[in-house]
């Protein structure tokens, strides 16, 4: 098979491939309605030809389509052009044409993936991308259970759900078959490492007691905050997680939030000491979810050290389960993988990437902490991923992908036999599931997107490479810009950190302003100009988004970014936030020497004329 | 404006308006097209001529094509004809033009309604459909907050999340603000009707106090399963609410199942004998649920004596909050609101119905009973309905509603003030409700529909009053029917119930059979002869879904319909469960004598050869 061409998977900025685009669209259309129509052929139409001359038939049908002009109009003034390399906001960009298609041509036969009946064709289709994504995050397909969430937010609850059932498991094994547990303290069996509850779980279903464990486990006692212990999360983290805790009923004060360092990943050495501190307290940790690609810096969590503290507490007797929020991260893991899916040793990866031309010969990526880390994910106890992310899937779309199907034993409505029994199609996924009624739309999307690119370098490896290769070479261009000349005064301009992944953060300064609020309004101001703030997007020159890295959150982690502006300790110490443009190269065009010069033109043009507009503006 | 002739509004059994969907589809497309073409025009193409003609170009769009053409394979073979008149089973039927398209052409735009930055154009339109919804149900929408969910399932926990939140309150006050609840025992605090409790909230945000009564709330301090009380659920629940007593950590052994009578609605003297009976051991009541429209029998529950309790309750102390789960039944509230929004009284709706010619004049329909409980609904603390049912829009929409929007204050993760202070665009909508990202397209569906279709009698009324209608007349010939003859047996068909709203269950009998697990069994066959039991349901002449009725689930609920096939009482006592076949009827093509007399034939003779195919295979 020839190689991919990225630049034949998308619409394209300037709709390069709209007539491949309408052919295809035109066709599906035709190929529904021939279905329609072939439905028992001798039924007659319900509409005669008559019915449809009347006026309200035809007012009735105008009203469709004044709605839909109202609609368009409403839709193009107020859209943001997330296809242009122009467009370098949140984790947006064009969407792949095979996902954007099969999603609109599913819409037209709208099955409900909640049970097999109502989607016969996608509920099968969900279970062959979630075995996808688990080969894709190095689970084992036959031993794993994946499946497709309405987002992010939602993977994350049912991580936690999860782990929060299964540490109350050992309690309920206690007061049910307390031979399984013998000699256990209450610390041992809130210790007990995941796997080793999952064992002991098949022997209560052997001893035909598993209703009863679960009676007495978290889902039928429901909860008794605290009990169960802390949540350790990466200051870092996204805010779902601060509503699972409230969700979930394990409560926000039993959250804790671990330190992260100047390059915005968590610290693991104040990890362990959080561990031990509250080991010396006797106070069990329930789960540490680690972050693969953070919200608002792109940073990989060391998850290999992560893994290899927990080894080191197990033989210590403290274990807890481990979740990695790898909802923006997650298809990174795709270049990593050979066509066979082998996750590839770190010189052959960096000689597969040349030869392959994924990146740039100059691109020195990844760093092999990063390597390390997208390494080491399979063994965590389950993984959030987002195909509506970094899959180029249109929203709404998320997925969760549990290292051991026997977790289902836990969480599903019915006993998990029922789904064992028909094993490929479970008959009413929603039992199994968070959710309910799910579209089976967004489904085929994601295995449309997954028959074009494989889960590997030559497949989604081609465009996740496009991506990092434009976000290092706009961290590159960033740090080697020339400062801006305006009203003799010279702005610079610095990235926040070299991007583990595609995320680049920046800010402004005017060179001898030394004032941390000053720096935090020009750059708010420069926000401003390139955000919905100031009129439709439409008419603006670049878009982007930003954020807020303040002491509340990441404590004095952005410290060592301030003093790049040579502004004085105390100015942090005294404001504590800085205010930085955010920019996530989810495009895939910014890549090539003239198609990254051209557009970065474009940016320090407007960069220039924005300082000018707040500077005159002031 | 000229009455809308509801023919005009879906693709059509016969796709009949296959001409206007293209011209619109097409005229959407192009309209897409020239929005990224004119985004700064002088941006040159980032696909050459010359890249075109490559061959792994070339090679690249024939596997988008070749996936696509495996896809539309896939669903033609596999998925189920909703749109015909011969689909009677699940909730779904034909979708509206209007949403169908609306939702396609907002697909190319890829809004995220989880922020007002991702969604200019879509969150504006969720606030406002958030509204309509509010309007329908008869609350204030001033003082009520409604918005967009996954599904009923989600919009179900939200419910429960937020009353969960909301009974935790008052002891949160007391720990925090003691001199609010002074004088007041647990036994009260545990009482306070849920308008007091928002009353004490609204002190507590004067005094500044608020963040530290929510530390002190659930949310805070996580669950204490137990101290909060029971929720009482109906046994015809969704099985959502089993799963959402785990998910929100109150327990499943804290949820309390309420009996249903032979008309499957929740039997009222039992709610008021468990009330008086928890009342008695001081165990408060965390919420009732009831339920309009079941998902098996699609019964209503009696809200307005529910009421009517909590009423008499809250004089003696005792309250609760109070939520309706009308995922499948609210949009029906539209066919007892005038064209001005007003609930109609009695006579006046009777009279309407037949002035708009919504119902044949020979259906008597509504029932007081029922015209009352959709009456009182505006009493309830929140409701569930969902779009993707009765509102006839594509997969995946659902949506919650609540009567009084203070209560954002208790699951928020901001403060509400951000909120308050953007008025009709919150900045980020996901941080005031359960989910995160979430289409924009399906959220611009829905608006596409209301837009069309007013929530009143005039707009969904037409199609509720088809559904209605059509399923009145199912009922009617089930109950007429003269008994199939096949060799020497006749085999009798009796509906379960006269259909609250548009459901019709029905079972087959052989008429000297006494035996209920062979009139089971007959039905079961009968069942995989009309799904996808028995191969692809393209094939088959009529679909229909089934469901058991089990002692189990329903105690002797369903005693009296096995009394109708003449089967001995002991039988029931026996088998405890009737094998009955379940039929939605949403199409709004089964009304009008010549059309439903071609369906019923159909279904007639289908039935016959099904029988005939049974008895030739036993």
């Known amino acids: ?3 991919l061409n990225q630049k034949a998977l998308f619409l394209g900025p300037k709709t390069e491939n709209s007539r491949f685009f309408k052919d295809m669209l035109k066709w599906m259309i035709d190929d529904h309605i021939s279905w329609r129509d072939n439905f028992h052929p001798d039924d007659k139409p319900t509409i005669s030809r008559a019915e449809k001359q009347k006026s309200d038939f035809k007012a009735t049908l105008q009203r469709t389509a004044e709605a839909l002009v109202e609609l368009a109009c409403t839709l193009q003034q107020n859209s943001v052009p997330w296809f242009s390399p122009r467009y370098l906001g949140h984790m947006t960009s064009d969407t792949l044409m095979a996902a954007t298609l099969g999603y609109i041509l599913t819409i037209l036969y709208n099955p409900n993936n909640v049970a097999y009946e109502a989607s016969p064709a996608t509920t099968a289709m969900e279970i062959e991308v979630g075995k996808q994504l688990a080969r894709l995050l190095g689970y084992t397909t036959e031993r794993s259970w994946g499946h497709i969430t309405s987002g992010g937010t939602v993977a994350n609850y049912e991580g936690f759900w999860v782990a929060r059932n299964l540490k109350s498991i050992p309690y309920a094994i206690k007061a049910v078959m307390p031979e399984l547990v013998e000699n256990m303290d209450d610390w041992q069996l809130a210790n007990l490492p995941p796997h080793r509850i999952l064992d002991l779980v098949d ?3 052997e001893a035909g007691s598993m209703d009863r464990v679960l009676r007495y486990s978290a889902r039928g006692t429901g909860v008794q905050a605290g009990t169960l212990g802390k949540v350790l999360v990466p200051q870092s983290k996204h805010y779902s997680w601060v509503k699972a805790a409230d969700v979930l009923g394990t409560g926000q004060e039993n959250l ?3 330190d992260v360092k100047d390059n915005y990943r968590m610290d693991i050495d104040h990890l362990k000491k959080t561990i ?4 010396s307290q006797k106070i069990p940790v329930l ?4 972050v693969v690609g953070t919200t608002e810096e792109g940073a990989v969590d ?3 050290r992560i893994v290899e503290l927990r080894k080191t507490y197990e033989k210590q007797g403290i274990s807890f389960y481990l979740h990695i929020d790898a909802a923006y991260g997650g298809y990174c893991r795709s270049i990593f993988l050979d066509e066979d899916g082998g996750f590839m040793d770190y010189d052959v990866l960096k000689q597969s990437l040349r030869e392959h031309n994924i990146l740039h010969p100059d691109i020195d990526w990844p760093k092999q902490d990063v390597y390390d880390a997208f390494r080491a994910m399979p063994e965590a106890d389950s993984i959030t991923i987002d195909p509506h992310k970094m899959g180029y899937i249109p929203y709404a779309c998320g997925a969760v992908v549990f290292k051991d199907k026997r977790i289902l034993d836990l969480i599903s409505y019915f006993a998990a036999y029922v789904f064992e029994k028909t094993e490929d199609n479970p008959l009413l996924l929603g039992s199994y599931i968070m959710e309910g009624s799910k579209a089976g739309a967004i489904v085929a999307a994601t295995w449309m997107a997954h028959r074009v690119l494989p889960l590997n370098i030559t497949g989604y490896g081609k465009i996740m490479g496009c991506s990092i290769e434009g976000a290092q070479r706009f961290y590159r261009a960033l740090r080697a810009a020339i400062p801006l000349e305006l009203k003799q005064k010279n702005y610079i301009v610095y990235p926040l950190t070299e991007p583990d992944f595609n995320m680049v953060d920046f800010a402004f300064n005017e060179a001898s302003n030394t004032d941390l609020e000053a720096m935090n309004e020009l750059n708010q101001k420069i926000y401003e100009l390139c955000s919905y703030k100031s009129g439709p997007v439409y008419y603006h020159r670049f878009i982007a988004s930003k954020t807020d890295l303040s002491y509340e959150e990441y404590g004095d982690a952005p410290k060592t970014f301030v003093a790049n502006f040579d502004i004085p300790e105390k100015e942090w110490d005294r404001v504590r936030s800085v205010f ?12 090539g020497n003239t198609t990254f010069e051209e557009y970065w033109n474009h940016f320090m043009k407007t960069m220039w004329k924005n300082l000018l507009n707040v500077l005159e503006n002031s």
Chains 1, 2 share one sequence.
Do not use: N, Q
Request: with cysteine; charged share 20%; glycine share 4%.
């Open 1 to 3: 098979m020839e190689e």
């Open 203 to 205: 022997r209560v279903k």
């Open 256 to 258: 804790v939030f671990i």
């Open 276 to 279: 031990d501190g509250l080991a």
């Open 287 to 290: 789960a540490v979810v680690a």
């Open 302 to 304: 060391e998850v290999h």
């Open 580 to 591: 930085v443009l955010r920019s996530c190269v989810l495009t895939p065009y910014l890549v």
